[in-house]
């Protein structure tokens, strides 16, 4: 069973930018498939990016495209999102994601482990 930990939200001003960190235990971390996903209030959750099991394939939402970057350390069972300027739009609770799964994932109901979050809110 995969377990995760999000760290590194917080309060950032438009423009600024972040650095999410995931922490996965407890499976074999390359054999996954890792994305992140995003909550606002009174919102559905949403996909934000993926990342195959070796890094090699990449995908966003539109709205974050050229801005945010997923990236994965399989030798530390770490997964990132780097997340440069902000937009208030942005704010939400993030989720970490893993699926095992040859290939990218964009969709949250095929993910098996979550993690709790780590929220991110951007002032204007």
Known sequence: QVQLVESGGGLVQAGGSLRLSCAASGGTFSSYAMG???????????????????????????????????????????????????????????YCAAKWSLGVETISDRYDHWGQGTQVTVSS
Do not use: C, H
């Not at 934000?48 to 394939?57: E, K, N, Q, Y």
């Not at 995908?59 to 994965?72: A, E």
């Open 36 to 94: 992140w996903f995003r909550q606002a209030p009174g919102k559905e959750r949403e996909f934000v990016a993926a990342i195959t099991r070796s890094g090699g394939i990449t995908d966003y939402t539109d709205s974050v495209k050229g801005r945010f970057t997923i990236s994965r350390d399989n030798a530390n069972d770490m997964v990132y999102l780097q997340m440069n300027s902000l937009k208030p739009e942005d704010t939400a609770l993030y």
